[in-house]
């Protein structure tokens, strides 16, 4: 039973609350990708205790690319070079425009899914985009980049009441915009010449959207952000990266990577002055006595989460800086060689970072964050077995799960044995010692993720890529964002599946949202193996899943 956009009555959302308790199961849903137009979600409701899951679908239009055209978009205008086109704008072959072009990409609509734990479709909003009929260029919207694995994350507002996410203010099937300029913060050597806003986008339970425009993560893209609004508080915490030139980058693109303190709008984003982008923290590997890196490459932040009062951010790609978990360290106390655990009672920050604009292309921004003590600390360039971490999710102040991507290798035929060899890609379970004062890993959650495991999609091709040589179809590689829930001694767990494959861009991948019940006072790595993950959705044909949440609050 699918129930699209919905005017769902009374009786229905009765019986919606009833069904989220009951046993989860693995459950495939194909969802249509219907435009809905501004005021069509009247009725539409998110109930807490469902889960919200991001999904986007690319439109499947040849015309969407041109075979031989210039590629990146105005190419001709910046340093270069231009490259053509090798595929026309069908799925899954556009992606292979990705092997000329390192910055290829396409924007595309972005859903959010209510469904109950056990993976039952209840609706479906579609975040206003230029497909809608009465969306003009000067009318919010927001898209994402259909191939870029780390965007719109999912996450509640401090009071529950709020889901963020982050994406671009474009028309949908606009090219390269992953990689463009921000307005405000042009970057001369950035092959793609062209410039978007990126936005904060807010949804309560009726469905009401809200944007903020902001300059931030030129070159790059924003992948996560919680709005904090607290006892007063009222400011967005964002995660992303900003780069896609030559080194020294500009002022503006250092000043707008990796964690960024954004004020919300409610002004429509056609009137929003948009500011110059906010710092709110930063990290060096010179606070561990390693030479500097390229400025404002360590602040490469891909997960974001709040506990206790306090902001973590992941690290996981990149050569530069450390693939590890943060946090932000408000007291300037906690970690005076970069490595720590938070101060007792410190307060979430509600100020920005503060720094020196004549310092920042010599030393960049000061230094207010620290490695969670027991994550590694080792140099992403020299680890030997370099770790992917993504989202985070605490079930208490002495349990903390990771997620891993996995190494995202694509280097030859051996594509799946390598990925299904690997220990770290799953779900991490860290416990904290209170006489070491660190964290320790005591097992990767694997079992039955399906590492390296091929699976087939509706309507994809079989047999290899021929601009790769490697086979078409998805496998799981790790996991991405997570989310969870503690009851009676368990903690259920929900989860976002990364994928290797031989697509030209495996971030096109159709991918998968699975579960998996942990027992939370397990430390046996034997008892852990016994735990099995639960395929709860499946991506379709041209679609990606990307974030996972539970509901807003009604109230």
């Known amino acids: ?53 991001s999904r986007s679908v690319y439109d499947n239009d040849a015309k969407n690319v041109k075979v031989g055209a210039l590629l990146p978009t105005n190419c001709a205008e910046t340093v270069g070079p231009c490259v053509a086109a090798t595929n026309n704008g069908k799925y899954p072959e556009v992606f292979n425009n990705v092997i000329p072009d390192p910055s290829f990409g396409i924007t595309s609509a972005i859903y959010l899914d209510q469904i109950t734990p056990s993976g039952f479709l209840l609706d479906s909003l579609e975040v206003p985009n230029s497909s809608f009929k009465k969306i003009r260029s000067e009318s919010n919207q927001l898209v994402t980049s259909f191939s870029s694995k780390s965007e719109i994350a999912l996450n509640l507002s401090t009071d529950h009441k709020f889901l963020t996410l982050m994406g671009y203010v474009a028309p949908v099937d606009t090219i390269d915009v992953s990689n463009s300029n921000t307005p405000g ?6 092959p793609v010449g062209s410039s978007y806003y990126r936005a904060v986008a807010t949804v309560n339970h009726v469905g009401k959207f809200t944007f903020t425009e902001t300059d931030a993560y030129s070159g790059n893209n924003g992948r996560a952000a919680i709005l904090n609004n607290s006892y007063g508080a009222d400011m967005f915490y964002a995660a992303g990266n900003a780069g ?14 990796g964690a960024q303190l954004i004020t919300p709008s409610t002004a429509p984003e056609s009137f929003q002055n948009v500011m110059a982008p ?67 009672g410190a307060p979430l920050p509600i100020s920005a970072l503060t720094y020196d604009p004549s310092k920042l292309q010599t030393t960049g921004l000061p230094n207010n964050m620290c490695i969670l003590a027991g994550f590694p600390t080792v140099l992403a360039k020299t680890a030997t077995a370099p770790a992917a971490p993504f989202g985070l999710f605490f ?66 091709p079989t047999g290899n890529n021929p601009a790769t040589n490697l086979p078409w179809s998805p496998a799981t590689d790790g996991v991405r964002n997570i989310t969870g829930t503690v009851a009676g001694g368990s903690v259920t767990l929900y989860a976002i599946t990364s994928t290797v494959s031989g697509n030209g861009d495996t971030g096109a991948d159709p991918n998968r949202l699975v579960t998996i019940t942990d ?10 193996a ?22 807003p609050d009604t109230k």
């Not at 913060?185 to 950035?190: I, K």
């Not at 735990?531 to 996972?548: C, H, N, P, S």
């Open 244 to 257: 896609n030139g030559s080194n020294p980058q500009p002022n503006g693109v250092v000043l707008g990577a």
């Open 395 to 460: 079930a208490n102040a002495e349990t903390l799960y990771v997620a891993d991507e996995g190494d995202g290798y694509t280097g030859g035929s051996d594509l799946y044995t390598h990925a299904a060899a690997q220990t770290t890609a799953g779900i991490q379970k860290w416990i904290f010692n209170n006489s070491t004062q660190s964290w320790s890993l005591a097992y990767t959650l694997q079992t039955d993720l399906g590492l390296g495991t091929p699976y087939t999609i509706n309507k994809y």
């Open 278 to 344: 906010t710092p709110l923290s930063s990290f060096s590997v010179t606070e561990l006595g390693d030479k500097a890196d390229k400025i404002g490459k360590d602040d490469n932040y891909r997960g974001l989460t709040i506990f206790n009062d306090v902001v973590y951010f992941t690290k996981g790609s990149g050569s530069n800086g450390v693939n590890t978990v943060y946090f932000v360290d408000t007291t300037g106390t906690a970690c005076p060689t970069g490595v720590g655990i938070p101060a007792v």
């Open 519 to 528: 027992s939370l006072v397990n430390t046996e790595t034997t008892k852990a």
């Open 530 to 551: 016994k735990e099995k993950f639960t395929i709860v959705r499946r991506a379709d044909f041209a679609e990606v899943l990307r974030g996972v949440s539970f509901a």
């Open 1 to 53: 039973m699918q129930i699209i956009y919905s005017k769902m009555n009374r009786s229905w959302h009765s019986f919606v609350k009833g069904f989220a308790g009951l046993s989860l199961v693995a459950v495939s849903v194909s969802l249509p990708a219907v435009a809905q137009e501004q005021g069509l979600n009247a009725g539409m409701y998110f109930y807490p205790g469902n889960l919200v899951v």
């Open 185 to 190: 913060a042009v970057d001369p050597t950035n």
